[in-house]
């Protein structure tokens, strides 16, 4: 295949080689492996963005309770608090963040949302995407190329490690959503490949060793705060790469150590709910309250 990679270190070179940028690399192939023209790639890709777009509104319109009882209504009061007080993080943040735990009540009430790569990461890149976009004025269309340089990097994540909680940790979860993220931002905001290869780089790094422990095994707690780091992980990375902040690490390695890191967590630290905060007294009598 003409424009295939499985490495950051061949998805840039393919960049440079055809003077393209990750999203144009990741469009062609799409259409290669598909068989689809690339303007019905970019349909389904356009599908995706609309329930995103969907899913970090909902949970500030509407008053949304899981099905497991643990989370709901954390959005709504976000917003009030933008509204109502200094923000700590700043108003940029508290959207993205909004959007990123909004979208994780959307999941746990059984509601539309994208994996991207897991539902249990989902609040993550529409949280980093749509809020930079809504915040600049980006296009539906620039969002859209933006989503293809995400997926760019969770193709080799996904080839070269995993995205799985129960396989990895939380670290392949919300690190590879993130890193998604990141890389998709850095492309929006004008960054070169390097760079947005960089961003993947840090944000895998900077949530290296995080374990998966949801509370009586739903994707709800300490899922939704973790995305919530997630999206600020990937904005910060962002933030650091098109300041010229680059890692020392290259990406291809950063995705083999995380993948290595997640093979040594003990089962009990992957998405069994037998360890962390999961395993702890509060988290086993949510437990037995929650299915007796």
Same mark, same amino acid.
């Given at each position: 295949?003409?424009?295939?990679?499985?490495?950051?270190?061949?998805?840039?070179?393919?960049?440079?080689?055809?003077?393209?940028?990750?999203?144009?690399?990741?469009?062609?192939?799409?259409?290669?492996?598909?068989?689809?023209?690339?303007?019905?790639?970019?349909?389904?890709?356009?599908?995706?963005?609309?329930?995103?777009?969907?899913?970090?509104?909902?949970?500030?319109?509407?008053?949304?309770?899981?099905?497991?009882?643990?989370?709901?209504?954390?959005?709504?009061?976000?917003?009030?608090?933008?509204?109502?007080?200094?923000?700590?993080?700043?108003?940029?943040?508290?959207?993205?963040?909004?959007?990123?735990?909004?979208?994780?009540?959307?999941? +746990?009430?059984? &509601?539309?949302?994208? @994996?991207?790569?897991? #539902? $249990?990461?989902?609040?993550?890149?529409? %949280?980093? *995407?749509?809020?930079?976009?809504?915040?600049?004025?980006?296009?539906?269309?620039?969002?859209?190329?933006?989503?293809?340089?995400?997926?760019?990097?969770?193709?080799?994540?996904?080839?070269?490690?995993?995205?799985?909680?129960?396989?990895?940790?939380?670290? +392949?979860?919300? &690190?590879?959503?993130? @890193?998604?993220?990141? #890389? $998709?931002?850095?492309?929006?905001?004008? %960054?070169? *490949?390097?760079?947005?290869?960089?961003?993947?780089?840090?944000?895998?790094?900077?949530?290296?060793?995080?374990?998966?422990?949801?509370?009586?095994?739903?994707?709800?707690?300490?899922?939704?705060?973790?995305?919530?780091?997630?999206?600020?992980?990937?904005?910060?990375?962002?933030?650091?790469?098109? @300041?010229?902040?680059?890692?020392?690490?290259?990406?291809?390695?950063?995705?083999?150590?995380?993948?290595?890191?997640?093979?040594?967590?003990?089962?009990?630290?992957?998405?069994?709910?037998?360890?962390?905060?999961?395993?702890?007294?509060?988290?086993?009598?949510?437990?037995?309250?929650?299915?007796?």
């Amino acid at each position: 295949m003409k424009y295939n990679f499985t490495s950051g270190a061949e998805l840039l070179e393919k960049c440079k080689e055809f003077n393209m940028s990750i999203h144009e690399i990741c469009l062609e192939r799409e259409a290669e492996l598909s068989g689809l023209s690339k303007e019905e790639v970019r349909e389904k890709m356009r599908v995706s963005l609309n329930i995103m777009k969907a899913a970090t509104e909902r949970a500030v319109e509407e008053d949304i309770k899981s099905m497991g009882g643990l989370i709901g209504g954390e959005a709504k009061k976000l917003t009030k608090y933008r509204g109502l007080s200094r923000s700590v993080c700043g108003e940029l943040m508290n959207k993205a963040m909004v959007a990123a735990m909004g979208t994780m009540e959307v999941n +746990a009430s059984m &509601g539309l949302i994208v @994996a991207a790569p897991t #539902a $249990g990461s989902c609040g993550i890149l529409p %949280g980093a *995407v749509v809020t930079i976009g809504k915040e600049y004025g980006f296009s539906d269309e620039e969002m859209i190329d933006a989503l293809f340089a995400a997926s760019a990097i969770g193709v080799i994540i996904t080839r070269n490690a995993t995205v799985s909680g129960a396989e990895g940790g939380c670290q +392949a979860e919300t &690190g590879a959503a993130a @890193a998604m993220a990141s #890389a $998709g931002v850095v492309e929006m905001m004008g %960054g070169s *490949v390097e760079q947005a290869i960089h961003a993947a780089s840090h944000c895998l790094q900077n949530v290296m060793g995080l374990v998966c422990d949801p509370i009586a095994g739903l994707v709800e707690a300490p899922c939704q705060g973790r995305n919530a780091i997630g999206v600020a992980n990937a904005l910060i990375s962002a933030e650091l790469c098109l @300041a010229g902040i680059l890692n020392i690490i290259p990406f291809d390695e950063t995705v083999a150590a995380m993948y290595k890191v997640g093979k040594t967590l003990p089962m009990e630290l992957r998405e069994t709910a037998l360890g962390g905060v999961a395993a702890t007294c509060t988290g086993c009598s949510l437990t037995t309250k929650i299915f007796g």
